[in-house]
């Protein structure tokens, strides 16, 4: 058994939330008969894509509850157009939760990285500050759940990356040693500095290669990059 132990955020590093949050949304968006309301989808998911960043960024510092985010992403939303129909709201949000984490698009060569690495004998774990509940379907479905000895929520803790308590809570559960261990994420600031502070080395997945890194950090535009990446780190 390989003692390294790996690390991954779930969204948008092995789960794609675009294009599943955007499936989810125009089912709903057609669901609602928006149209009527709304000239075209791509107009409201634009919106809609911006209020939620927004929200999340309130969320993640503690300034707003999980409840309060996701009505108000959507009510935030619709009434840029002139819809405050609480029914419309409700449906939207419930809805959403609903089936947002039955999608299954993942990254390119995920699934077939984690085989690799778990033939290698990497024990892997999954840090996420998504919500807890949706987070397991999501692993379930999209065929994740298996590769994964332990997966840490931010609401299991009480706070959310980056702050070192989540990582110290999953290095903990995974009997890991913080030197020895790889955090593997999207968010530079969220999960790499994070990962930094709580002792452990990272490797930023920047699929479009937009991120500006510091000298002698690791970075990867794709999944099937990490063994190289991992033997070069070795």
Not at 152 to 160: F, L, W
Not at 163 to 173: G, K, Q, S, Y
Not at 200 to 211: N, R, S
Request: charged fraction near 25%; aromatic fraction near 10%.
């Amino acid at each position: 058994m390989n003692q390294r132990h790996l690390f991954f955020d779930l969204d948008r590093t092995l789960w794609d939330f675009e294009k599943n949050s955007e499936i989810a949304l125009h089912h709903l968006f057609q669901e609602l008969n928006l149209i009527d309301h709304i000239p075209r989808f791509t107009v409201f998911h634009s919106l809609y894509k911006k209020k939620n960043a927004e929200l999340w960024k309130l969320y993640g510092a503690g300034k707003i509850k999980k409840e309060e985010l996701r009505t108000l992403r959507f009510s935030a939303t619709l009434e840029v157009f002139g819809l405050r129909d609480q029914q419309i709201i409700d449906h939207f949000s419930d809805g959403y939760v609903e089936l947002s984490p039955k999608q299954t698009a993942l990254f390119p060569e995920a699934l077939e990285t984690l085989k690799l690495l778990q033939e290698k004998g990497y024990p892997m774990h999954i840090i996420t500050n998504g919500f807890k509940e949706v987070q397991y379907i999501k692993l379930e479905n999209s065929g994740l759940a298996p590769f994964f000895d332990i997966v840490v929520c931010s609401e299991d803790v009480g706070k959310n990356k980056p702050a070192p308590d989540i990582f110290h809570h999953a290095l903990e559960r995974a009997g890991a040693k913080a030197t020895n261990s790889i955090m593997i994420g999207d968010d530079y600031a969220v999960d790499i500095i994070g990962a930094y502070n709580a002792g452990m080395q990272g490797i930023l997945f920047d699929p479009e290669d937009k991120c500006i890194i510091r000298s002698g950090d690791h970075k990867i535009q794709h999944l099937n990059e990490i063994p190289e990446k991992l033997a070069w780190i070795d």
